[in-house]
Nanobody
Framework: QVQLVDSGGGWVQAGGSLTLSCTAS????????MGWYRQAPGKQRELVAT???????NYADSVKGRFTISRDNVKNTVYLQMNSLKPEDTAVYHC????????????????WGQGTQVTVSL
């Protein structure tokens, strides 16, 4: 019933910018913490950024000052604005969300988007 769809990846030269979007749809009472993860070939998945429903933000040290996470609670959408991109940012990016359904959030669960590829060339 609930689906997360992320998009916005592509090819970009070092120093360029991309914006990722992820929208949750279906039987949702509200979304709580939302975030972005990334995984490059041969590397472990890492947390990039998170944002609470109240818009408190946390970033990995490697992206702090370059990436900005934001959200629209009405649209159940989270964004990741990526500036000053580096080849080290190349990875598949997945959005993630803590979701509750039913009156008073009687049911809670975690969902993932399908992933979008970001490739940064030198």
């Amino acid at each position: 019933q609930v689906q997360l769809v992320d998009s916005g990846g592509g090819w970009v030269q070092a120093g360029g910018s991309l914006t990722l979007s992820c929208t949750a749809s279906g039987s949702i009472f509200k979304t709580n913490v939302m975030g972005w993860y990334r995984q490059a070939p041969g590397k472990q998945r890492e947390l990039v950024a998170t944002i609470t429903r109240g818009a408190n933000k946390n970033y990995a040290d490697s992206v702090k000052g370059r990436f900005t996470i934001s959200r629209d609670n009405v649209k159940n959408t989270v964004y990741l604005q990526m500036n000053s991109l580096k080849p080290e940012d190349t990875a598949v990016y997945h959005c993630n969300a803590d979701i509750c359904s039913g009156d008073g959030c009687y049911h809670t669960y975690n969902s993932w988007g399908q992933g979008t590829q970001v490739t940064v060339s030198l």
